[in-house]
């Protein structure tokens, strides 16, 4: 009896019949990718689709019975190829446990399953006035599962947390299928080691998540109010952001695009579009400001009138539709890139006082490499995205060249090599760069108590030395 | 040589005549207790006042040759008996580790020392505008290092988060003597498990902090506006902060007191103070409920109407001075109660729609076993401080029997049986109940990791079963 066999009486006759386990190549190698790019070597042996946790269970107990190799996987949304099916493995699909289990208004909190989607969260939380915080680029379509499992940020992070901060409790299957919980219903509680907070980014790398207790925040009272304003060069627009974080004011939404993005922008809009905008007046980066809440008019014209005594052309959104005019020049950042050829999406991170030398390096590898680097940067929190453009299939070895040298630049800074995306295996080779060969043991040995057979998605986040 | 010549010799001549490293008796007694009151059997070996990592890490490779056990120490407010010196251990005080490293005004943080005190870290961040937003209790004397090592609440979470969300990194000191970096300077990051998280909370079980970069936020603009609220009964209290909750109002402190804690309240303020406050009016349960920043006397307004319309007789401050005489009547709960008799302070969490079940419990339990258990809650985020009041020196069985029923209720109710203090040794025995014998053995195995010869903190956390 090989492993399907026995993975195929264990889900039972009915679950097979209904898909839940599949061979078909072309469903195996579409589990190969992520949204990097990048494509796993090999094929994996199948693929599980779990609708319940006990599926999800049964999965892992024949992994450890066989030895083989599970890979957790929800929407395949991942920049990092941490949910990738590797050669051999069996991918373990959760994006079908996608039920809401219960909203609680009086406590604030979400019970999920895995595979909700981040804005179907947001979708039903809505009518009793509360929101999960978390919202990556792809919320439309990520789900709540991988945001947890890569600890996912966004554009809201600096006001209102990262993922890890809005997680609650988690329910996890560990290697040998056993179900535990972690965390509680309560915002405080200190039993112990912070099991939750250790799975939140662990990258299918610990266990499986199956289930997740989730804070849900207030809306904020009122509508947000946006602003925008062009700079005649990057370090001044970062310089600007600095000065409304040092104002005190808290910006809900603060990003910045740079010269190259913004020209690519441009050029997708049509460069009428930026100018009107802006009365004709042009510039060579932008930085868009929204504030939400009570006191959001008087904050974006406090924001306002600072961002123009530093220099900038600035507009402040008179009523919604003018402010959706400012954001869409921020949305049209990936598709401007997208119509220009392939892009590596990466994700540094400084601490906010060095945005404007991190963003000086980023001017000068584009230079050193011959490589275009439109960058965005969520300039709140100094998370910044430099898109590596390149054309044909793979990523060449320039620019993974080019983001070596930028990884590198980062940590110098007191940075890091990732903000929000996650190690996955496209970046693997730096961790132990990063966090240094004391605590990449720690690590190690760490996974070796959730995962003593090496089952839990190998390769992925170690390994890379 | 035995352990002390060895640490003698590694600390050096000059540590030693200015007082790193002690025997004296009275000290070594003073070193067996924290402000639980409970006092450890048998005499630690000694006490090293570290001044310098290095002394942290030699005393920690002497403990690691001896395999002799190391209690690290900050202030010793402990409440759970963490920090406790066990008999044959060595007491590692870090309290003289209190330099303020650095405050980065443009990054928000600073990098602190373990041993400085948290009001302390909160005057020297005022200048800036920003402030360190864990605040225990005993925020006048303890550490910050203790603050992380406890992973401490106070009456501010509810708005501004515990002590795990204000810690962005950390400098640990392993059980070999090796020093490690955890985290980042940068609100987001994932490379990697999250070991700082994983160290907060751990009660010295994991390792030593010596150093800690953590957040500061910037202080809400304008002044507070503090109202108080009195209600017939505690469940009304209960349910009126909730409909606070409910209508999206964001307190900064929601306390709430109840009947024999306001009791004992009047008898020491003199019962006139409270009435006074109230314009002769009583009451059997009291609301005090703080907004700050910008929309500040709008909530208040707000709050109080609703407070009223919930059967409160409510008192909105007009000034300052009045909201301190309001404020007074909650910070009277510990002297009152101090001179009352001898308290055993707990601390449960509850989710907070399951509040008013838990003071029904609170009541019932003191009736059942004849203790009065005067109780304040911080009511946004359902953490709830019973006090059993005993005579005697030590706490008596009936207590703990009481405090037994109690811890199994809040975890009935899907709460915790420690919201803000911790385990330490005296709620140890409950542990494996809370969290389930899997979560506890895993939690067991990640301290083999940390701790392989078993030298950090012996018996406190685990070993209750």
Redo the contacts between chains.
């Keep these: 009896m090989d492993v399907l066999d026995w993975l195929a009486a264990a889900l039972g006759e009915e679950a097979v019949d209904a898909g839940a386990l599949t061979t078909d190549p072309a469903l195996l190698d579409a589990a190969r990718t992520d949204r990097s790019g990048w494509v796993a070597d090999g094929r994996p042996l199948a693929i599980v689709t779990a609708r319940t946790v006990e599926q999800v269970q049964a999965t892992l107990r024949a992994a450890s019975e066989f030895r083989v190799p599970v890979v957790p996987r929800g929407a395949g949304t991942g920049l990092a190829g941490g949910a990738n099916g590797t050669d051999g493995s069996i991918v373990l699909d959760v994006s079908a446990l996608n039920r809401i289990v219960e909203i ?6 979400a019970v999920v399953e895995p595979g909700v989607v981040n804005s179907d969260l947001n979708a039903a939380l809505e009518p009793y ?1 509360l929101f999960f915080a978390p919202d990556p680029a792809s919320k439309a379509v990520s789900t709540v599962g991988g945001n947890i499992a ?2 996912a ?1 966004g554009l809201l ?2 006001k209102y ?2 993922t ?2 809005a997680v609650l409790g988690l329910d996890v299957v ?1 290697a040998d299928g ?1 179900l ?3 965390g ?12 939750t ?2 799975f ?3 990258e299918g790398t ?1 266990g499986v998540i199956v289930g997740a207790t989730v804070r849900a925040q ?2 904020p ?1 009122g509508e947000p109010v946006t602003l925008g304003a062009l700079f005649s060069d990057v370090t001044a627009a970062a310089q600007a952001s ?1 000065r409304i ?2 104002a ?1 004011l ?1 910006p809900a939404v603060m990003e910045l695009l740079d010269a190259p993005a913004l020209e690519r922008i441009a050029a997708y809009l049509g460069p009428a579009t930026i100018e009107d905008a802006f009365g004709a007046a042009g510039g060579a980066a932008y930085l868009l400001v929204q504030f939400d809440g ?2 959001a008019a ?1 904050d974006a014209t406090a924001a306002g009138d600072l961002l123009a005594e530093t220099g900038g052309t600035v507009r402040v959104a008179a009523d919604a539709q003018e402010g959706e005019r400012l954001l869409a020049i921020r949305r049209a950042f990936h598709p401007a890139l997208a119509s220009s050829g392939e892009v590596l999406i990466e994700d540094v ?5 060095r945005m404007p030398e991190m963003f000086a390096a980023i001017e000068r590898i584009s230079e050193r490499y011959g490589i275009p680097i439109p960058t965005v940067a ?1 300039a709140g ?3 910044l995205h430099p898109n590596f453009v390149y054309t044909g299939e793979t990523v060449p070895d320039a620019v993974w060249d080019a983001a070596n040298d930028l990884f590198r630049t980062a940590i110098a800074l ?10 996955g295996v496209l ?1 693997r080779r730096w ?1 132990a760069d ?3 060969p ?3 043991e ?2 190690v ?3 070796s ?2 995962d003593p057979l090496g089952i839990l998605n190998p390769g992925k ?1 170690f390994g890379g030395a």
Excluded: M, W
């Design positions: 609680s208004a009086d406590d604030q909190l006035g890569t600890n940020g992070c600096a947390g990262v890890r901060e560990l056993r535990i919980h972690t509680h219903r309560t915002v405080k509680g200190v039993t112990g080691y912070d099991l907070a250790l939140v980014g662990s610990l207030p809306i009272p600095a974080t040092a005190r808290r009570a006191t008087v991170a400084v601490p906010r006082s969520h929190d100094g998370n007191g940075g890091t090599l990732t903000g929000e995306h996650g190690v970046k961790l990063e966090i240094g004391d605590s990449y720690l690590q040995k760490l996974k108590v959730f986040v």
